[in-house]
């Protein structure tokens, strides 16, 4: 069964550090999304990505954030100058329609930064 | 915008009893709840959604119920086994918005 995967698993940077999360979704999905969950809280919605462009994103979703398929395959998300409270972990999820459909989760990357 | 909050943030019951997990919503539009299921490790899954225009879903011990006008809906485990232990999470969308997620609640079944 085709499975969304994301590395790192867990990654530690100091900050002000650049970093980036990798997903590859299904591949005939054609819509992206990055979750986040910061330790014991829920699970928020950063952004969503549909034919090569942002088609929404939340307010957490600032400047320092942006995303990108740099190929066919590849969904990334950066995030420029990282702050303590960015540590948390981070899920790309993909589906093959917009709304009322299951969300295929990626494993999830820990990011903690120190 | 929608706001789903979830309850318990931790449910600890024996093997074979029942496990009832509850989210509420704020948004009436909503019309779309699915439930995920995390094990320790692994990636979020679908195990079973609702639609607005059912009251309950069953799905083998796997149930949900909806209260549209309370704007409440429910995920019951019945003859809970440890397998069953994991994080669940409650979600609501509607149309094409993005789903809302709760808080998530850490269900153990002890042998």
């Known amino acids: 069964e085709p499975e969304v995967t994301q590395t790192p698993s867990h990654q530690v940077t100091q900050m002000g550090q650049e970093v980036i999360l990798r997903c590859v979704p299904i591949s005939n999905h054609l819509y992206f999304y990055w979750y986040r969950q910061i330790l014991g809280q829920k699970v928020e919605f950063l952004v969503s990505?549909?034919?090569?462009?942002?088609?929404?994103k939340s307010e957490i979703f600032d400047d320092q954030f942006s995303v990108e398929r740099p190929d066919g395959s590849n969904f990334t998300l950066k995030i420029r100058s990282t702050k303590l409270e960015d540590s948390a972990m981070y899920f790309c999820?993909?589906?093959?329609?917009?709304?009322?459909?299951?969300?295929?989760f990626g494993e999830g990357s820990r990011l903690t930064v120190l | 915008g929608e706001n789903v909050e979830q309850h318990p943030s931790t449910l600890s019951v024996q093997e074979g009893d029942s496990a009832v997990i509850k989210c509420t919503y704020s948004d009436s539009a909503s019309n779309y709840f699915p439930w995920y299921k995390q094990e320790l490790g692994k990636r979020p899954q679908l195990i079973i959604d609702?639609?607005?225009?059912?009251g309950e879903k069953k799905d083998q011990r796997i149930a949900v119920t909806l209260n549209k006008t309370a704007k409440h809906f429910s995920l019951h485990i019945t003859e809970t086994q440890p397998e069953d232990s994991a994080v669940y999470f409650c979600?609501?969308?509607?149309?094409?918005?993005?789903?809302?997620f709760g808080r998530g609640t850490s269900l153990i079944v002890h042998p």
């Open positions: 990505f549909y034919n090569n462009e942002i088609s929404e």
């Open positions: 609702i639609r607005s225009n059912v």
């Open positions: 979600a609501a969308s509607r149309g094409s918005y993005i789903p809302t």
């Open positions: 999820a993909s589906s093959p329609l917009a709304g009322e459909v299951e969300l295929f």
